[in-house]
């Protein structure tokens, strides 16, 4: 059975740009949260969507949104990128929710420059 | 706010001995509980849960404790070995959003083990 696949595994911006990140979940996982990980911050949940619906956002501000697709794929985006962007980004599947056990994918590290 | 600590970041202990890694919650509504392993360069794996009607979880070489009067989470790992080394991470999920996939995350601790 294959993981949860994140691409791209590393990328580069400058600020101001925007980037859009893409997350494949485990086969028949319909649950599909974002986290990020800095050092400072640690691990900070972003979102999480269920069957295409959003149903609950942590605490970052409207520059970061997502959407999920009918196969359960979900991409976040990040505009107007800032150095603080910088991070590792997760995304981590299940089949129903976070009380499943959640399947994380490697991330991907978001560099702003 | 929001926010699950750990006691100690860094934790070094001897191949084959126990390792015992703590974690303190803040938030009271949580009822459920994760500990996560991550190594170097790969996203976070789950290791065990438990749920707050329960004190304490046995899996293979690990257990948890959950004490909700102190609200403290702990991690023990039998026998430790090498590949045990990694950064563990505890994380709650608030009833309110059983549902809603937010988990609350530890700072981490890094365990190193000693050949």
């Known amino acids: 059975k294959a993981g949860v696949t994140q691409t791209p595994r590393y990328l580069i911006k400058t600020r101001g740009q925007q980037v859009t990140l893409s997350c494949s979940p485990i086969?028949?996982?319909?649950?599909v949260s974002w986290y990020q990980q800095t050092p400072g911050q640690g691990l900070q949940f972003l979102f999480e969507?269920?069957?295409?619906?959003?149903?609950n956002k942590g605490n970052f501000p409207g520059r970061f949104s997502g959407r999920q697709f009918s196969n359960s794929r979900s991409e976040m985006n990040v505009s107007t990128l800032e150095l603080g962007d910088s991070a590792l980004y997760l995304c981590?599947?299940?089949?129903?929710?976070?009380?499943?056990?959640?399947?994380f994918g490697p991330g991907t590290r978001l560099t702003v420059t | 706010g929001e926010s699950v600590g750990l006691h100690l970041p860094t934790l070094s202990v001897q191949e084959g001995d126990n390792s015992i890694i703590n974690c303190a919650y803040s938030?009271?509504?949580?009822?459920?509980f994760i500990w996560y392993k991550q190594e170097s360069g790969k996203g976070p794996q789950f290791i065990i849960d438990?749920?707050?009607?329960?004190d304490k979880r046995q899996g293979q070489r690990v257990t948890v404790l959950l004490n909700k009067t102190v609200k403290h989470l702990s991690l023990q790992i039998a026998a430790t070995q090498p590949g045990d080394s990694a950064v563990y991470f505890c994380?709650?999920?608030?009833?309110?959003?059983?549902?809603?996939?937010?988990?609350?995350f530890g700072q981490g601790t890094e365990l190193s083990v000693k050949p």
């Open positions: 438990i749920r707050s009607n329960m």
């Open positions: 086969s028949g996982h319909r649950s």
């Open positions: 938030n009271s509504a949580s009822d459920y």
């Open positions: 994380a709650e999920n608030p009833e309110a959003y059983n549902q809603g996939g937010k988990l609350i």
């Open positions: 969507y269920f069957s295409e619906t959003q149903r």
């Open positions: 981590a599947s299940s089949p129903y929710g976070p009380r499943d056990e959640q399947y």
